[in-house]
């Protein structure tokens, strides 16, 4: 099993660094005991980075992915790892990757909040990569809601920045209770507890994924006009419009 060290804390999220053991070497593949690096799903993009063993030698980590209780990081094409089972390795993610997917992923979360308190509309599928993804929500796009009213809707919650919370829930406590724009994508059966991502005072929705500690860090911000692809579908593209705004807090 490997410990999925980024989800622990949301400034868990913000850490790049890290030292792990190795607990398997499948073929092109190195599994630790721990990681950093996340492991694409939920929309969000696959983590890249480097792995070095005890000779120092870095290994490129090119696609990162969950295969039951594991993590694979997969190495580059014709990497030939100096590694054995048990050797300790150190890690690093490629940051400004990484924190490109946070920034997009807290700000996907932000816009299906807006879009759901305006329109009533659930957000069944988001995706996202290289500064820019798509929500897409299930019903008929109400025609008073222009890109410009969304806009400005979206903004009033960048700015004062709002703070952004994780919290783990029993399931049964999650299920009495869960938010309204929730629902629409069912939990996977043996998810307990949930991991709640919240945007103070604005949302709340189940997630696994790296998040931003405050809406502020999310920038400059695009919304494309929404797409009517069919009477009950509709979609919103989005795109930071700024490079990474590091953080000072930022841990090297
Ligand atoms: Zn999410």
Redesign the pocket.
């Known amino acids: 099993m490997t410990e999925l060290a980024y989800l622990a804390s949301p400034e868990a999220a913000y850490e790049r660094a890290f030292t792990a053991r190795v607990v398997a070497l499948p073929p092109g593949a190195v599994v630790l005991d721990r990681t950093l690096f996340y492991p694409a799903g939920?929309?969000?993009p696959t983590d890249r980075g480097t792995i070095a063993g005890p000779d120092g030698a870095s290994l490129a980590v090119v696609d990162v992915g969950k295969s039951g209780a594991v993590v694979l990081h997969r190495l580059g094409r014709g990497s030939r790892p100096a590694l054995r089972i048990g050797d300790e390795v150190h890690g690093s993610v490629d940051w400004e990757r990484r924190y490109g997917h946070m920034r997009l992923?807290t700000a996907?979360?932000l816009l299906s909040a807006v879009v759901f308190r305006r329109t009533g509309l659930k957000t069944r599928k988001?995706v996202f990569a290289a500064g820019a993804g798509t929500i897409e929500v299930v019903g008929a796009w109400p025609g008073s809601e222009t890109p410009e009213t969304l806009a400005e809707a979206y903004g009033a919650y960048l700015a004062p920045p709002r703070e952004v919370r994780i919290r783990a829930l029993p399931r049964a406590e999650w299920e009495a209770n869960p938010s309204a724009r929730a629902g629409l994508v069912p939990l996977p059966p043996m998810v307990d507890p949930v991991r709640v991502?919240e945007i103070d005072g604005v949302d709340t929705?189940p997630?696994?994924?790296t998040?931003l500690r405050s809406t502020g860090e999310v920038g400059a911000f695009e919304l494309d006009r929404p797409f009517v692809q069919a009477a009950d579908a509709t979609r919103i593209g989005f795109a930071l419009r700024t490079a990474v705004a590091h953080s000072a807090r930022i841990t090297p």
């Open positions: 939920g929309g969000q992923h996907q979360h988001a991502i929705c997630c696994g994924g998040h």
